[in-house]
């Protein structure tokens, strides 16, 4: 039995190596694209793509689509809509890593948010915690003088907090309704969102472009299904911290493909984010375990 257990285990935490690593590669792809095709241009052609898999994979396990709840299903569809688009523009215009460090603070929102709309209960130790992450932030976005880099940073702590609302409303929605569902609704409203965004400065893809954009659409659905491998086989705390190797990922993509080498700042506030994440998973992991009877 502790083989099987051992086993899995090794396997959860492969899963999630696998899904960090496919997701900073389409993160490479989509700051590539980026030198060329607007950012909201990127997220139109990723949730059409997107749209057209899912459909494809709800037809073949013949899921049906809902008849109630259609209003918490698009408000899921809204957030991941505008998580998207923040979260594309803000790779598009700052270094790689310091654009995945910020979004990496969504772990803060969501602790909040579900103790605001799911009762969640919040450990106290992660309050003491918080601070640390917030410093991080700080250190990162460097808003030290106004300027167009802290206001682009600052647009990637809003993408963690619409991160954190979606997760919010999957976890919600996923008591009731099926993955493939919630997918969905999440790339057709950010194929609708973005199409008036992109409109005026709709640029027509050249061939190596059109490449680039199907493999930000294929490439992203193989990283969500590995991170769902992931949570099949691992403690999601586990699955969550190991994650975490996806900053040294997307800093390997920055420095080999843009020569990007983070300042002090930035080193600074990737370890105290890191740090402080880390350390408030460990905490739920606490509060999370069954009680001995006595």
């Known amino acids: 039995m502790n083989f099987i257990k051992n086993h899995a285990t090794i396997r959860g935490i492969v899963y999630a190596m696998s899904s960090s690593l496919i997701f900073s590669i389409m993160n490479a ?12 241009e990127i997220v139109f052609f990723r949730s059409v793509i997107g749209t057209v898999i899912i459909l494809y994979l709800m037809k073949k396990d013949k899921v049906k689509f809902s008849k109630s709840g259609i209003p918490m299903l698009a408000l ?12 594309f523009y803000t790779i598009a215009n ?3 890593l310091d654009a995945i460090v910020l979004i990496n603070t969504s772990l803060i929102f969501t602790m909040l948010l579900s103790r605001l709309f799911l009762k969640e209960k919040i450990p106290p130790k992660v309050y003491l915690i918080m601070p640390v992450v917030i410093v991080g ?16 940073a600052l647009l990637g702590i809003v993408a963690a907090v619409f991160s954190a609302e979606a997760g919010i409303c ?27 965004l992109m409109w005026n400065e709709f640029v027509s893809p050249n061939a190596m472009e059109w490449f680039y954009l199907i493999c930000i659409g294929v490439v992203s659905l193989l990283a969500q299904i590995f991170l ?3 949570f099949t086989h ?24 843009w020569m990007e080498i983070p300042d002090i700042f930035s080193i600074v506030g990737t370890i105290l984010i890191v740090a402080g994440c880390v350390a408030m998973t460990k905490v739920k992991k606490e509060i999370n375990k069954p009680k001995r009877m006595e």
């Not at 705390?237 to 990922?249: L, S, T």
Request: with cysteine; hydrophobic share 55%.
């Open 29 to 40: 792809f989509v700051k590539a694209t980026a030198a060329s095709i607007p950012s909201n």
């Open 76 to 87: 899921r569809g809204c957030c991941g809509a505008l998580y998207m688009i923040f979260y």
């Open 94 to 96: 700052i270094p790689l």
């Open 137 to 152: 932030a700080l250190f990162t976005i460097k808003p030290f003088g106004y300027s167009t880099y802290s206001v682009v």
């Open 170 to 196: 999957i976890r919600f929605l996923s008591r009731k309704y099926h993955a493939y569902e919630i997918i969905f609704y999440f790339m057709v409203t950010a194929t609708v969102v973005s199409i008036p």
């Open 228 to 230: 769902t491998k992931a």
């Open 234 to 257: 691992e403690n999601a705390v586990v699955v969550e911290i190991v994650r975490y190797i996806g900053i040294a990922f997307n800093a390997f993509w920055g420095f080999a493909f």
